[in-house]
């Protein structure tokens, strides 16, 4: 496993920022996890989601209402994947830890693994954001060039057009290929899975074959294979594209910084929280229409400074991060809508599919990644 740390020897910036939160939580009497707010997005989410499924499955459908329908489903269970999923896994859902288990579940509902999300999402990335050779999330090669330290090939000329058809297959590789990688090879990327217990081996086989059972098998049953075929196909493209493009608008974008590990040791100068921001971006933070259905996570530097706080809570707190980093003279990355922050991806995945002059890869040390 490659070795990164941060000069967390004195946390000026984070220690003053934590004592602003821990304040306005008592001052307004708060708890940190989720609320009727959230607990409101399960009500409607859930049911609808399972009222998509069975409308696909027993309505007299047109094949134009199909797709739609499917399209709609995939973009719910991406709605369900960042309100319920994702707080639930970073234990923020509920105070009670259980029920944070069982939400949690959710993510194995959308063909994913909770157990394998929390070491990829909680662990790697949130501890290691935007460092080449940890941080899964940037390990699409080498299909794609997402930092200046991986290798460039040809067909990355054309990452800024072709990303988008890929991202459409995040939710199918997870199904059917990445969580087996992770099973068999017991590692997220680099980093080494803690050992599974007989639960947890349980819990996956189970659930992968629950998933197929209803996404596939009962499908194919009730409407026949083309059919099933083109809403699955629909779905998850849906589902895929939403996913992607959510978390990739929140790291790989203009002024998000990036660093690589190798063999070698080594020690960022910055504190942890620094390095959060300096990585991450919010965008479309003004949009309530945006935040409900994306969780929060256009907020995504209050995320990653606080990921044990519901989303929920985001906006009011992105006053305080915003307002401290201006005090600590650090860059506050911000894009005011959504469509901003994808011209943003799509300039600097253009240029980083740029051809180098000299191959940024050829200069890392031995055993880096590239």
């Not at 809508?337 to 031995?366: C, W, Y």
């Amino acid at each position: 496993m490659y070795k990164v740390t941060f000069n967390n020897k004195n946390k000026v910036f984070f220690n003053a920022l934590k004592a602003s939160v821990d304040k306005y939580f008592a001052d307004n009497n708060l708890k940190k996890t989720g609320n009727w707010k959230l607990y409101q997005k399960t009500i409607i989410l859930i049911p609808a989601a399972i009222g998509i499924y069975a409308a696909l499955l027993l309505a007299p459908l047109t094949p134009f209402w199909g797709v739609v329908l499917s399209g709609l489903f995939g973009f719910t269970l991406a709605s369900i994947g960042f309100n319920i999923m994702h707080d639930a896994c970073h234990g923020c859902y509920s105070s009670r830890t259980w029920v944070n288990d069982i939400m949690g579940l959710s993510m194995n509902a959308l063909g994913g693994n909770a157990f394998f999300w929390k070491l990829k999402h909680n662990i790697v990335h949130h501890t290691y954001t935007n460092i080449d050779g940890i941080d899964d999330d940037i390990n699409n090669k080498p299909f794609m060039r997402e930092c200046s330290t991986q290798k460039w090939y040809p067909p990355h000329k054309y990452q800024h057009y072709y990303m988008f058809v890929l991202y459409g297959f995040t939710s199918l590789f997870l199904l059917f290929i990445t969580d087996y990688i992770k099973y068999v090879t017991k590692k997220v990327y680099t980093t080494p899975l803690k050992p599974m217990d007989f639960k947890e081996h349980l819990v996956f086989w189970v659930s992968k074959a629950l998933y197929v059972g209803f996404t596939i098998v009962l499908p194919i049953m009730v409407v026949g294979w083309e059919a099933w075929l083109v809403g699955f196909l629909v779905m998850h493209f849906v589902l895929g594209l939403t996913l992607a493009l959510v978390f990739q608008l929140a790291h790989v974008v203009e002024h998000a910084e990036f660093d690589v590990a190798g063999i070698e040791p080594k020690k960022i100068e910055n504190e942890w929280a620094i390095h959060q921001v300096k990585t991450t971006a919010d965008f479309g933070a003004k949009s309530k229409i945006l935040s409900w259905f994306a969780g929060g996570l256009n907020f995504q530097i209050e995320h990653h400074l606080f990921p044990r706080i519901s989303h929920i809570h985001y906006p009011a707190l992105s006053k305080i991060v915003e307002q401290t980093c201006n005090d600590f003279g650090i860059l506050y990355n911000n894009f005011p809508t959504l469509g901003s922050a994808i011209a943003s991806h799509f300039r600097f995945m253009k240029q980083l599919g740029q051809r180098p002059v000299q191959n940024m890869s050829d200069k890392l040390p031995e055993g880096a990644a590239a």
